[in-house]
């Protein structure tokens, strides 16, 4: 079970620069969520995928951030021109969903930490 | 603002000692899940309950769903220093098919 990975685990950048992240789910699940977390907080949803398809994001997510999935494999998170305030745990999490409903825990990555200077 | 109440937001127990950790929402869930995280790492997932009144346990873990779907409980017995960590609960509203809601958290602390 090679569970879900996330690459890089930290990195550091500084203000006003592009960075993207990977994530490479659980093989055989369909769904690919991302979330942020900062200290002393739950998950905080960005967005989703089923398949290739990204059917939701977040209403609070600025337009400099922008995730892809292109072959319902493995998933980008990109945050261009960064700022202070998007310092956090980027999680990525995968789940296997039959019709609509959710049916099968998440499966988180261990995140990528993001430090902006 | 969290959507899941969780409490306590922390929790110093003596190794041995049994503690309770709840989960509250004002919406009837579909299901509901609780994590365990270590700081700076991802959520490893504990358990899930999905019916009214349903109870799991896992070694020296058990967590139940009440009957109205509403609130959960997780209780661990006989704490060991490996219980430390920050416990999550998320939840999937009935109104919602896709997107968890989170509670902040329950740093949990054992002291020897």
């Known amino acids: 079970d090679t569970g879900v990975s996330q690459d890089p685990r930290h990195k550091i950048t500084k203000r006003g620069q592009n960075v993207t992240f990977r994530c490479d789910p659980i093989?055989?699940?369909?769904?690919l969520y991302w979330y942020r977390q900062t200290l002393g907080q739950g998950p905080e949803f960005l967005t989703y995928?089923?398949?290739?398809?990204?059917?939701?994001k977040s209403r609070l997510l600025s337009d400099r951030f922008s995730a892809e999935r292109p072959k319902g494999s493995f998933s980008t998170l990109e945050i261009q021109r960064t700022e202070q305030g998007d310092s956090a745990m980027y999680l990525c999490?995968?789940?296997?969903?039959?019709?609509?409903?959710?049916?099968?825990?998440?499966?988180f990555g261990n995140g990528t930490r993001l430090t902006v200077t | 603002s969290q959507e899941l109440e969780q409490s306590p937001q922390s929790l110093i127990v003596q190794e041995g000692k049994n503690l309770t950790i709840n989960c509250t929402s004002s919406?009837?869930?579909?299901?509901l899940y609780w994590y365990k995280q270590k700081y700076g790492e991802g959520l490893i997932f504990l358990m899930m309950?999905?019916?009214g009144g349903e109870e799991k346990s896992h070694e020296k873990i058990t967590a139940k769903l009440d009957e109205k779907k509403q609130q959960s409980s997780l209780h661990i017995t006989a704490s060991q220093p490996s219980h430390a960590g920050i416990y999550l609960c998320?939840?999937?509203?009935?109104?919602?098919?896709?997107?968890?809601?989170w509670g902040a958290g329950t740093k949990l602390i054992i002291k020897p």
């Open positions: 309950l999905q019916k």
């Open positions: 995928f089923q398949n290739e398809a990204q059917l939701e």
């Open positions: 998320g939840a999937t509203p009935l109104d919602s098919n896709y997107q968890l809601i």
């Open positions: 919406k009837t869930l579909y299901g």
């Open positions: 999490a995968s789940s296997l969903a039959r019709g609509g409903r959710v049916s099968s825990p998440l499966h």
């Open positions: 093989s055989e699940h369909n769904r």
